[in-house]
């Protein structure tokens, strides 16, 4: 029987994914195809191919926000597509091009209010409007526990906000990729997902760089939370890697026009 959350019960917090034969078809031939995945919970799955080759599809088809075409997957139990919105329930994208992006025009600080009044307003993590005392904070209470949370999420993101030039003021435009990396990380794991997935992990990095975001990577699929990261070149080590080489079936575009129809109904 599933959660309130449309998560097993007894499950680890960490999501299993499951795919076999998976593919996506967009308008003008195939994004990815005959992907196989088997991460247990809290792996890190690298997702690795050129640009173009369906990447990102694949990402965001493991996270409920695209219609797989063929095969099988299962994200936490939840069979896709028929659990689309469970599976969008108990994960959170961090930073996908032209999907989740953060707003250069903002500071840290009000991104992070940002999402607390979003976590505040859609947030579906189990029980959450019955926690003992839940409705009956008082404003004081509930921006206490938002700073608890703010600087829970920082610090498993590695992002120093005292660090920064201007603090929380600092606008993100003025943020290092590494950085502005660090704050969407943070900023997705505010709803405690079971699943964060990132895209373009690699891109505009120095070695010295990648080094340190795989770390961070692996401190949480360490923690717990399944790790799903877009990358150019997997990282050595025990990553879980799924590789999205372009085949002869796929037309040149059919990533771009698989992402194009995210956005209609």
């Known amino acids: 029987m599933d959660g309130k959350d449309g998560t097993p019960h007894g499950t680890p917090h960490g999501a299993a994914i499951v795919a076999e034969g998976l593919g996506v078809r967009g308008p003008?031939?195939?994004?990815?195809?005959?992907?196989?995945?088997?991460?247990?919970?809290?792996?890190?799955?690298?997702?690795?191919?050129?640009?173009?080759?369906g990447r990102t599809c694949l990402l965001l088809t493991l996270t409920g926000r695209m219609r797989p075409s063929a095969g099988r997957a299962e994200v936490a139990g939840l069979a896709l597509?028929?659990?689309?919105?469970?599976?969008?329930?108990?994960?959170?994208?961090?930073?996908v091009p032209g999907v989740?992006?953060?707003?250069?025009?903002?500071?840290?600080?009000?991104?992070?209010?940002?999402?607390?009044?979003?976590?505040?307003?859609?947030?579906?993590?189990?029980?959450?409007?019955?926690?003992?005392?839940?409705?009956?904070?008082?404003?004081?209470?509930?921006a206490a526990r938002e700073s608890a949370r703010n600087e829970a999420v920082l610090t498993a993101a590695g992002l120093d906000v005292s660090a920064l030039p201007k603090g929380a003021g600092t606008a993100v435009r003025d943020l290092g990729r590494l950085e502005a990396l660090r704050l969407?990380?943070?900023?997705?794991?505010?709803?405690?997902?079971?699943?964060?997935?990132?895209?373009?992990?690699d891109l505009k990095l120095t070695a010295a760089e990648r080094d340190r975001v795989w770390?961070?990577?692996?401190s949480l699929a360490g923690a717990g939370t399944t790790v799903l990261a877009v990358c150019a070149e997997a990282p050595p080590g025990d990553a879980v890697v799924v590789r999205t080489a372009p085949t002869m079936s796929q037309a040149p575009k059919g990533a771009a026009d698989a992402l194009a129809e995210i956005g209609r109904p």
């Not at 770390?215 to 692996?218: D, E, G, I, K, S």
Request: hydrophobic share 45%.
């Open 28 to 53: 003008r031939g195939w994004a990815f195809r005959a992907v196989d995945v088997d991460a247990p919970p809290g792996s890190l799955v690298a997702v690795e191919g050129p640009s173009g080759s």
């Open 81 to 95: 597509p028929r659990r689309m919105a469970a599976v969008r329930r108990v994960s959170a994208l961090a930073h």
């Open 100 to 142: 989740a992006e953060l707003d250069g025009s903002l500071t840290v600080g009000e991104h992070l209010r940002e999402r607390a009044l979003l976590q505040r307003r859609f947030g579906t993590s189990p029980g959450a409007l019955f926690h003992t005392g839940t409705l009956f904070r008082t404003g004081a209470e509930k």
């Open 184 to 201: 969407a990380l943070a900023l997705a794991l505010v709803g405690a997902p079971r699943l964060v997935a990132v895209d373009d992990t």
């Open 215 to 218: 770390a961070l990577l692996r």
